[in-house]
């Protein structure tokens, strides 16, 4: 597995959030909101850098209606559900810390 590659993606989410945070015109009153502004700057990224609409799981193309229902999507569907699949299997195995 690329733990280095998903570290560094946790690493980059962090950063955006900072840039972001520091942006007085997003509101960070509700959690939710900051999740999916960090989704649309990593997909404007990913826009830039030209692997926009590409499955990052398989290299696919994600299909157009997908991306048009979510814009920020990072997995083509297949991809997806096996990752939201392998996600909650981890969580069972090891459930995650609550800090609050
Ligand atoms: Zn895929």
Request: hydrophobic share 35%; with cysteine; proline share 3%.
């Amino acid at each position: 597995m690329a733990r280095g590659k998903t570290a560094s993606r946790a690493k980059q989410r962090q950063d955006m959030l900072r840039e972001l945070a520091a942006d007085e015109t997003i509101s960070f009153s509700a959690g939710g909101c900051a999740s999916r502004a960090v989704e649309a700057v990593e997909a404007l990224h990913r826009m830039r850098d030209g692997t926009y609409g590409k499955c990052v799981d398989c290299g696919g193309k994600i299909p157009a209606a997908r991306l048009h229902v979510k814009p920020e999507a990072t997995r083509c569907i297949a991809c997806q559900s096996d990752y939201e699949s392998r996600a909650a299997h981890a969580e069972l195995a090891a459930p995650v810390r609550r800090t609050a």
